[in-house]
Structures are given as C-alpha cells and as structure tokens.
C-alpha cells in the first residue's frame, strides 16, 4: 500500500532581514501547498523549526493545508540578549521547514505516526537564511520577488518624448 503523495509545499521568501532597531522584529513567510489534489487528499503537515529557539519565535509552528491553501507563518526576533557589536554573530540562525504528505482529515495523532514514520524520501525539507541590521546600519535588502519573463514578451524600451 503506498503512503500519501510526496509533499509539495513552497516557502516564500526564501531568507530574511530581521531589523534590530525594531523589537521584536517581525517577518512572515508565506507557505502554500501546491500539491495536486490526489486521491489521498493531496494534505500537507508542516513543522517550522529555528537554530535558535531563545532568540526566535514562530507562530504556528505545525499546521495541515490542503491542496491550494496557504498560511502566513510570523517570524519573530525577541531576545533579551544585548544586540551584538557585530551581527555576524548571529548569521548562523536558519529556518527550516519539513513538511510531508498526510491523508485529508487526518487526526492529530494520525499526523504525528506519519511524521514519525515516513521515510526520509518523503519528507520535503527546505532551508532559510536570515540576516540581521543593526541600528543606525545598512543592510542587507529584502529579496526581490522573481518576476517570471516570457520569451514572447516585447523588449522593454525606454519611454519617448511627445512631440510639442
């Protein structure tokens, strides 16, 4: 018997810059289960996990989509350490997010026996980065959203003066 589908859940975005000025400092991440619906369901469970728990807090830090669903989890930096001299201190923190298939309607217990049960191979894990800006410092900009291009799309050119 074969278990529910691979997880396809997408983590947006990718890294963060937790501002240092501001605390807490807040981020969220916006995770979306693009699973097709299957026959199982096509339900994702997730886990949000930090390197640092002292210094990171993460609201949910489990949940279940379904296909086509999405969460906006928040990422907060509260810590009652004094701000490093140098940031860099802190750029080991991460992110990680596993996330596994699971049938439609799964009860909590069911949930945890599947994450406790599925093969390495069908859990999906992704990493993120984060950087942190000290006040009065510039920083590291936010990542750009990717724009997708079509090879269709005309040149963009740059705007002409209209003729008096």
Request: aromatic share 4%; with cysteine; proline share 11%.
């Amino acid at each position: 018997m074969g278990g529910p589908s691979r997880a396809a859940l997408t983590c947006s975005p990718s890294s963060f810059v937790f501002d240092l000025s501001k605390m807490p400092s807040n981020r969220t991440m916006r995770l979306s289960n693009d699973t097709a619906r299957a026959a199982d369901g096509g339900a994702v469970a997730f886990k949000v996990m930090t390197t640092n728990r002292d210094r990171y807090r993460v609201k949910p830090t489990t949940g279940v989509l379904l296909p086509g669903e999405h969460i906006d989890v928040l990422l907060i930096l509260s810590t009652s350490e004094p701000l490093p001299a140098d940031v860099s201190a802190w750029s080991k923190d991460k992110f990680m997010v596993k996330a596994v298939g699971v049938p439609a309607g799964s009860t909590e217990a069911t949930i945890k026996e599947r994450w406790a049960s599925a093969p390495a191979s069908e859990i999906q894990q992704t990493k993120l980065g984060c950087s942190h800006r000290l006040p009065g410092q510039p920083g590291p900009e936010e990542p750009a959203p990717r724009v997708a291009s079509s090879s269709t799309a005309a040149p963009s050119q740059p705007p002409r003066a209209e003729p008096q």
